[in-house]
């Protein structure tokens, strides 16, 4: 059983930059795969950092060289570094665990002026 609990959303203009958090319980999270996604309203849960269990990460074309995922093992902890923010970044921020279906209640990212 692993649970998930985000935080480190809120309001930030284009430009800016946040740091999300996601605590982890449970003795298997540091076997498995930990991922972030992000939903909009309207549109589709989406992918937007992976991090391996050993700490190499993979990132989709668009948040690459944006946003940067790591995980520290001894504190059950992952995290989103998310530079240069647009508009399209707003979105629902979810952790999850490729354990199993593992998720967190997610936390609101909004980039506007």
């Known amino acids: 059983q692993v649970q998930l609990v985000e935080s480190g959303g809120g309001l930030v203009q284009p430009g800016g930059s946040l740091r999300l958090s996601c605590a982890a319980s449970g003795s298997i999270f540091r076997i498995y795969g930990m991922g972030w996604y992000r939903q909009a309203p309207g549109k589709q849960r989406e992918l937007v950092a992976l991090?391996?269990?050993?700490?190499?990460?993979n990132y989709p074309d668009s948040v690459k060289g944006r946003f940067t995922i790591s995980r520290d093992n001894a504190k059950n902890m992952v995290y989103l570094q998310m530079n240069s923010l647009k508009p399209e970044d707003t979105a629902v921020y979810y952790c999850?665990?490729?354990?199993?279906?593992?998720w967190g209640q997610g936390t609101q990212v909004t980039v506007s002026s």
């Open positions: 999850h665990s490729f354990a199993g279906e593992y």
């Open positions: 991090i391996t269990s050993g700490g190499s990460a």
